[in-house]
């Protein structure tokens, strides 16, 4: 009785075997999933984690019926179809977005500094007509003191506005 114990017990052992071939994966919400089939193409090889010993890249579940299975089977012997084509489709589209995305951001950026441009451009120009009046100009010193600019720090306020006017004002 015993020995007809061990043998039912080692043949449901070795029955249950296959439930450990288990395969996990992230689908696309980030959900791990736990199957004994493998995931569809949709799946991307870097999210499987744990596939069964032996298994193929990408396994696709078998369906329910046989004769289908056949069918699939020997129209994918007679006309094999490159998986690498549909890869290399997504990853021209990505590099194409990416570059696109690249470009946009360089038009931001000049726009942006076209705009700071003008801006310094105008505000140049208002400064240099303001020293060009000959009124007298005062500024505030670091200790809030208010003190007039002499001939020599004129000339060299309108030299650097001058400077500005011809980098900026293109």
């Known amino acids: ?23 996990q994966w992230i689908d696309k919400d980030g959900r791990k999933i736990f ?17 069964p ?5 990408n396994s696709i579940p078998p369906s329910s019926n046989a004769a289908s299975d056949a069918d699939t089977s020997a129209s994918t012997a007679a006309a094999p179809t490159p998986k690498d084509a549909g890869v290399d489709k997504n990853l021209e589209a990505k590099k194409k977005q990416a570059e696109a995305a690249e470009a946009a951001k360089n ?19 208002q400064s240099k007509t303001t020293f060009d009046s000959g009124v007298r100009v005062s ?3 670091a200790s809030g ?7 020599a720090a004129r ?9 500005i ?6």
């Open 139 to 141: 500024r505030t010193n």
């Open 165 to 170: 006017i011809s980098s900026d004002c293109k």
């Open 53 to 57: 010993a032996g298994s193929k890249l």
């Open 35 to 51: 199957s004994d089939r493998g995931p569809g193409p949709e799946i991307p090889e870097k999210s499987i984690l744990k596939r």
């Open 155 to 163: 000339a060299a306020e309108v030299q650097r506005l001058q400077g």
């Open 107 to 125: 038009k931001a950026e000049d726009e942006r500094i076209a705009r700071a441009k003008a801006e310094n451009c105008r505000l140049a120009k």
């Open 1 to 23: 009785m015993k020995l007809l114990n061990t043998l039912i017990g080692a043949l449901l052992i070795s029955l249950s075997a296959g439930a450990f071939a288990q395969w």
């Open 145 to 151: 003191e208010r003190e007039f600019l002499d001939d």
